[in-house]
């Protein structure tokens, strides 16, 4: 005869599920390291630091430095860029045997020795015209003239405002002034004008002698050159046809021609000097 549990609350089934009838949940497990495994860790800063002075050369022993410091954070706090690292560390470590090669065989040297004479080059402040070259200018106007914007060459057969006819080098070692520079383009230019024009059957009686001097400004720019030129006398007409006597005008160039001195004159390449 079977007998009837007792009243009140009856524990539960045993069976293959819990108490609320879910499977029976493993005990919680921790994941290791600081980061969970849905968060992945950030990329090491000095890792990408390393890579960028590594491509661009400029200090190769900081990108190493920096890669080797991102290496030992990255074992430490198990973030990522250890590829990063180790490729700025590479080109860091080339970029020092590349230095080291260029200092012992000189290459370093003759490279800084040939950017600074190109920069002496582009401050020469030399006209852009050479000796026998002729030239317009906007409006005819030679006073508001820019050298390297403004000055179109062009062959002496067409109509031109102006003809280069000399140029010579001031060795001052300061500015002498504005008046003095004057002075002594206007003598020295004279000079030359005579020698330049001497035998030609051309009509000078539309022409006259101007220059160009430097000022203080493009003087501490590098500008030593004064240029002599034969202008149009009237700013409405033009010059056609080379002014030079020695049988070699008509073109744009240089050529040569004669000093008052009995020697060989300036082109621009500075042939002839003076000091005021």
Same mark, same amino acid.
């Given at each position: ?11 539960p ?5 819990g108490p609320?009838?879910y499977p ?7 994941w290791?390291?600081p980061?969970s495994?849905?968060? &992945?860790?950030? !990329?090491n #800063? *000095?890792?990408i %630091? ?12 900081? +990108?190493l ?7 030992s ?11 990063l ?15 080291v090669?260029g200092?012992?065989t000189?290459?370093a &040297?003759?490279? !800084?020795d #040939? *950017?600074?004479? %190109?920069?002496?080059e ?8 050479d000796? +026998?070259?002729?030239?317009n200018?906007p409006?005819?106007?030679?006073d ?7 000055i179109?060459?062009v062959?002496c057969?067409?109509p ?5 006819f000399?140029s ?12 003095a520079?004057q #002075?002594?383009?206007e ?7 005579t020698s330049?024009?001497?035998g ?23 500008s030593r050159h004064?240029t ?15 002014l030079?006597?020695?049988g ?15 020697g060989?004159?300036?082109g ?6 003076a000091?005021?």
């Amino acid at each position: 005869m079977d007998i009837p549990p007792p009243p009140g609350p009856h524990p539960p089934h045993p069976g293959p599920y819990g108490p609320q009838g879910y499977p029976p949940q493993p005990p919680y497990q921790q994941w290791p390291g600081p980061y969970s495994p849905y968060s &992945r860790p950030p !990329v090491n #800063g *000095f890792a990408i %630091a390393s890579l960028v002075f590594g491509i661009l050369c400029c200090i190769p022993g900081v +990108g190493l430095i920096l890669g080797l410091v991102g290496l030992s954070q990255i074992k430490k706090k198990g973030e990522r860029g250890k590829g990063l690292a180790i490729a700025g560390s590479i080109l860091s470590a080339l970029g020092i045997v590349l230095l080291v090669i260029g200092v012992t065989t000189g290459a370093a &040297r003759d490279f !800084v020795d #040939g *950017f600074k004479e %190109a920069a002496r080059e582009s401050r020469s402040g030399s006209f852009p015209v050479d000796k +026998g070259g002729c030239f317009n200018v906007p409006d005819s106007d030679l006073d508001s003239a820019t050298y390297e914007y403004e000055i179109d060459e062009v062959p002496c057969a067409r109509p031109h405002d102006a003809e280069v006819f000399a140029s010579f080098r001031v060795n001052n070692p300061s500015f002498p002034g504005d008046a003095a520079m004057q #002075g002594l383009a206007e003598r020295k230019c004279t000079a030359y004008a005579t020698s330049y024009t001497e035998g030609s059957s051309a009509d000078l009686s539309g022409a006259e002698v101007v220059f160009f001097v430097p000022d203080r400004e493009t003087w501490r720019q590098g500008s030593r050159h004064i240029t002599c030129l034969y202008a149009a006398a009237d700013q409405a007409r033009s010059l056609e046809g080379s002014l030079r006597g020695d049988g070699t005008g008509g073109g744009v160039g240089g050529g040569t021609g004669g000093r008052p001195d009995g020697g060989e004159d300036g082109g621009t390449d500075g042939g002839d000097s003076a000091e005021v």
